[in-house]
């Protein structure tokens, strides 16, 4: 996790693997959602450009553990499933989501527009 500049937000989440969910340690840097088997390991296990993609909360309705969902996708791509114990903590990584992509955007606008 050295390598990341600019660390927005950090926690460990649930994400949905192929047959179970896994706790993994996920860092919100650089424009990208990055995911880590735990807090020391240096290499990803999964990195996603927020840039270009939806972010939404789905709350679940039956008792299961995972009642909190951060829906992370993007039209013709994969979409991954990121849950939590709160509905404050699942708004906390989608606000911090947002905002890193709005200020992406307006950090581009800057140097690309016109004089």
Known sequence: MSSLKNVKFAGCLYHKGLLSWTQRYCV???????????????????????????????ERMDSSRFSHAVRVSRPGSETHWFYTDSRDVADAWIFVSYTTVLFIHTDTRLFTSEV
């Open 28 to 58: 919100i840097a650089d424009g990208q959602l990055v995911s880590y088997r735990s807090e020391k390991d240096s290499k990803p296990v999964l990195s996603l450009p927020l840039v270009g993609r939806d972010i939404t909360y789905t």
